[in-house]
């Protein structure tokens, strides 16, 4: 079996005021892996990736790099995210910058790279995500679709051993979606290391090599994306019923 990338072991996460948002997860991913995390809202999934990213602190619980722990006081934050993408539901672009300083940025600030080298890394990543074209477009003249493509541009320039997207498709259109769920895909192909939340079922069983689902703060099911078509357990039976239910909703909507 590949090497684990990354290792998530007795997860915790406790928000002020006493909220139990994630309560004892445990997974690994290994290289070339593609990890869904299902589950409806409140279940804990961003709250999973936020953790592994150090933008928010784990209440308890050890997340490990390539057997090295991340979750410690003395763990180089920067290090972390440099090393682990992120690509978020509402983009985080930077609109006075072009598309191409913004996909530059990191390059130059974190990894210190010239403004040349900078630029040639830029190019090519955005060629894969089919941006080139927009490089001097500002974030305000692009589509939904479009910014989300150059915020994975943006992850993929760092060269990141691990992507985290979480909800990519969330704040984007009904035709929109397709554009940025290709993209995912073509980086399934190639054997990127991610773990992707998403309320997209069809799309999660189609690219995941592995599908978690929570449920409450807890892991319910794990297993292979064929869990979707036979889930073992009630609790995943019934959101997959669920789920189902409000695509045919939303699709009446349209049609109406």
Request: proline share 4%.
């Amino acid at each position: 079996m590949a090497d684990v990338v990354l290792s998530i072991l007795d997860l915790e996460k406790i928000y002020p005021g006493g909220v139990h948002a994630v309560r004892g997860i445990s997974f690994d991913v290994h290289e070339g892996e593609s990890v869904a995390i299902i589950g409806s809202s409140g279940s804990g999934k961003s709250t999973v990736l936020r953790c592994i990213n150090r933008l928010i602190e784990p209440t308890k619980g050890v997340i490990e790099l390539r057997g090295k722990q991340i979750n410690t006081p003395n763990a180089d934050v920067n290090n972390v995210r440099s090393r682990i993408g992120m690509v978020f539901q509402s983009f985080e672009l930077f609109a006075h910058l072009k598309v191409l300083d913004n996909v530059t940025l990191g390059l130059r600030h974190v990894r210190g790279m010239s403004k040349s080298d900078a630029e040639k890394v830029a190019i090519e990543v955005l060629e894969r995500v089919d941006m080139l074209e927009r490089i001097n477009a500002y974030p305000g003249n692009l589509s939904g679709g479009q910014k989300q493509r150059v915020a994975i541009a943006r992850a993929l320039a760092m060269k990141p051993e691990v992507i985290l997207f979480d909800e990519p498709t969330s704040a984007l259109d009904p035709e929109l979606i397709g554009s940025v769920l290709q993209t995912i895909r073509g980086l399934a192909d190639e054997g990127m290391t991610m773990v992707i939340v998403t309320h997209e079922i069809s799309f999660a069983r189609d690219v995941a090599d592995r599908i978690v689902y929570l449920d409450n703060g807890k892991v319910a099911e794990e297993g292979p994306s064929s869990i979707i078509n036979e889930p073992k357990t009630d609790r995943l039976k019934k959101f997959l019923s669920s789920m189902h239910e409000d695509k045919i909703i939303e699709n009446v909507k349209k049609e109406s």
